[in-house]
């Protein structure tokens, strides 16, 4: 009981110092690749990159304490950091102290719902999530995350569109317009480290070694140039009437904003007088109208801000430097129209527009390329939900995490709780099978469910098992979870000691490391195997891969409809089971007549059902076995292979019964064989045993074809030549 409910307690069974040294090794070298993986995907989450290095302390050594499999990593990982960006940017702005805030209280309740699968032992509801529909959903997935990194890629800012292809026509846009070339060296670098180092030794560090080297010559060569000026120093004609717009309608939308908020919780309120049986008022239709006049005006200021904000970083400038070190002065002029007789720095200078107003005392245009810059100093404990600036970590409104955000984000959590669930435990059960290991998939659940539940105290967003980083730990020699501790340890002392040095990490790298990691995620191979399985399969896969495709960021969507339709698909094939009818084959065993071309018996007919029979399908035998009468009109004796019956409920049995009526009212025998014991009892209870007569049912298919044919072809109507060579006795060719 006690590792039951403390499963570490079992690594130290013949631990030794020898197994500490290589836990302790492959846990630095695991660690060397989440730190910048984390800060990469804590981007990808829509979230400054250090939330990455929060999520990569706690979660890997809890869900290591406390799950089933001791190599698997736990921490930040693509799909789930796609996924919880997608769920959150319509409840507010990416990496802003509301939306940090949600992302939090959105891992707090996956990890609930994680926690309460696990501890109820229903692992077995990711069944749902069926193969076909995992491999749409990641071949989409990782195309998503992978093109979602051309913007850093290419040194390009856009405004997110709803519809992914959007987003990425407006950064080809852009990229066409203007791609700031030392970027893109720094990724299309990046990659070729990894790539490099991978096919030299990948034991090799490779994100490590392409983080460190990319850092370095950023440092080196002022990668980053930023220009911070009052706005007097821009010499355009018309920029200053350009900011003050777009200033404007930003605190417009801050302002309806409120506005909207503050309806939002009288129609709170008024929906709790009508559930308690009010019913529906004027003022709850008049509220709900003013709702959605406000949100229509929101959405028709945030189209103005879109096309300001895209005028803006349209800009392009060049700078007359006046001054050197804190003492240099700019002077910006418009690319195309510098006055005759300025000489300026040839370079290209653009305007850094966010989502929120610009201090026109303080711009900043930036003349180089972007880098991770200031991280925190230290770990961040705070209770889920608290709304902290980003910048100082100060409180700066009430918190989020109650009942009404948790039920708000729960549909979105499901789906990441199963889908993260699933990637952990397919990676633990590849592991489980090289080393041997016992795996308890409801364990599991419950370390992934704690881990994220205890590692939102100190900051993470929702987190799960990685593939690349369970494959190092596992190459590294891992023996047990010590390792998972060793690597969280390492993260908390780079979080104290080492920030400093990521400072000049260009994003360009974040983005080349996000690309190379989810290459591996793309498998075209499981469209054709799925389709070579069953096309129906294939089929659902290629639609699940398409539709979450096109309704990106809302990933849930191809998820839903690929359940949908693998539901759909289950139950027409529960309301049809096969019903064949049998026949001996070549090797003298019955088989599908059908299927295998075999010639059927004149005057008895041998019919198998495949399936429970209930209510669902319960007509369906009927439907065929008049079928099977209509085709043989010399047919005198029915025998029921009931082997393929597994269950049988009220209306199955009723549907049975009525069958051996019918076919006994036609003056046609009936016999049943192969009853399974639930069956039997089932049988027994509502007295059809009986109707049938215990002497017309059989224990085995093979004694009753030889009694029901003895009995039917030595009938006297029937001539004997007719009946030497039964096909249900011996094999015939059609």
Not at 397 to 425: Q, R, Y
Not at 689 to 696: C, L, Q
Request: glycine letters at 8%.
């Amino acid at each position: 009981m006690i590792t039951k409910i403390f499963p570490f307690l079992g690594w130290f069974k013949d631990y030794s110092g020898s197994k500490f040294q290589i836990d302790l090794m492959a846990g630095i070298t695991v660690a060397m690749v989440l730190i910048p993986q984390s800060m990469a995907y804590a981007q990808l989450a829509g979230l400054p990159a250090y939330y990455g290095l929060y999520a990569a302390f706690l979660p890997p050594m809890v869900a290591a304490l406390f799950g089933s499999s001791r190599q698997l990593a736990t921490g930040p990982v693509a799909v789930v950091s796609l996924m919880s960006a997608a769920s959150l940017e319509p409840l507010a702005t990416a990496g802003g102290p509301e939306f940090i805030a949600y992302s939090i209280v959105l891992a707090v309740t996956v990890g609930v719902f994680q926690f309460s699968l696990g501890v109820l032992r229903l692992g077995m509801v990711v069944n749902f999530l069926s193969h076909p529909v995992i491999n749409g959903f990641t071949n989409a997935a990782a195309i998503i995350i992978a093109s979602s990194q051309f913007s850093k890629f290419f040194g390009v800012y856009v405004d997110k569109a709803p519809h992914h292809y959007e987003t990425m026509m407006r950064v080809a846009q852009a990229a066409l317009d203007y791609t700031h070339v030392p970027t893109l060296l720094y990724g299309v670098g990046a990659v070729v480290i990894m790539v490099t180092l991978k096919k030299v030794n990948p034991r090799i560090p490779n994100v490590l070694v392409a983080v460190a080297v990319t850092t370095v010559i950023s440092l080196l060569t002022g990668f980053n140039n930023d220009a911070h000026v009052d706005i007097s120093k821009v010499q355009l004609e018309g920029f200053n009437h350009k900011v003050e717009e777009f200033n404007h309608v930003v605190a417009e939308i801050e302002t309806i904003g409120a506005e909207r908020a503050a309806l939002g919780v009288k129609v709170d309120e008024q929906k709790k007088l009508e559930t308690a049986g009010h019913g529906m008022s004027i003022e709850m239709i008049q509220l709900e109208a003013e709702v959605a006049m406000l949100t229509s005006k929101i959405n028709e200021a945030k189209h103005h801000a879109h096309l300001i904000r895209e005028e803006l970083r349209d800009m392009k400038f060049e700078a007359v430097k006046t001054g050197e070190g804190d003492a240099a002065q700019f002077a910006f002029y418009p690319k195309e129209a510098i006055p005759a007789g300025i000489e300026t720095d040839g370079g290209t200078w653009r305007l850094k527009v966010k989502n929120s107003p610009l201090d026109t005392t303080n711009l900043t245009i930036m003349g180089g390329g972007a880098i991770v810059g200031k991280i925190p100093t230290g770990l961040s404990f705070a209770l889920p939900g608290t709304v902290k600036d980003p910048a100082t970590g100060e409180k700066i409104g009430e918190s989020i995490l109650n009942m009404k955000t948790f039920m708000k984000l729960l549909p979105t959590a499901i789906i990441i709780s199963l889908l993260g669930f699933m990637e952990a435990i397919a990676i633990a059960k590849a592991m489980a099978a090289q080393t041997g290991q016992k795996l308890d998939a409801n364990q599991e659940l419950i370390g992934q469910g704690l881990g994220n539940i205890v590692g939102s105290f100190g900051g993470s967003y929702a987190v799960s098992g990685s593939f690349s980083r369970s494959a190092v730990n596992l190459q590294a020699g891992a023996v047990s979870g010590v390792s998972s501790v060793v690597t969280s340890l390492v993260v908390v002392l780079t979080l104290y000691f080492f920030t400093p040095l990521l400072y000049h990490l260009p994003q360009a790298t974040l983005a080349a490391v996000i690309m190379m990691a989810v290459i591996g995620l793309i498998n075209t191979k499981g469209f054709s195997h799925a389709w070579k399985a069953q096309w129906y399969d294939g089929a659902i896969s290629i639609l699940s891969f398409a539709v979450t495709l096109y309704f990106a960021p809302h990933l849930d969507k191809g998820i839903m409809v690929g359940v949908a339709l693998s539901m759909a698909v289950f139950l027409y094939k529960s309301m049809r089971p096969v019903v064949a009818s049998l026949s001996m084959n070549e090797e003298n065993v019955l088989k599908s007549a059908e299927h295998y071309r075999l010639k059927g018996c004149r005057h008895i007919s041998v019919v198998r059902f495949d399936g429970a029979l209930f209510f669902a399908n319960a007509s369906y035998l009927d439907e065929q076995v008049a079928k099977f009468r209509t085709e043989q009109p010399d047919l005198r004796y029915i025998l029921l292979d009931a082997k393929g019956i597994n269950d049988m409920d009220a209306s199955g049995e009723e549907a049975l019964a009525l069958l051996v009526d019918r076919v006994r009212s036609a003056k046609l025998g009936f016999a049943m064989c192969g009853i399974k014991g639930q069956v039997v009892a089932v049988m027994d209870r509502t007295g059809l045993t009986n109707k049938i007569g215990k002497e017309h049912i059989y224990a085995g298919t093979e004694e009753a074809v030889r009694s029901i044919t003895d009995e039917i072809h030595h009938a006297s109507d029937l001539p004997p030549e007719g009946c030497k060579n039964c096909p249900l006795l011996k094999h015939i060719p059609a």
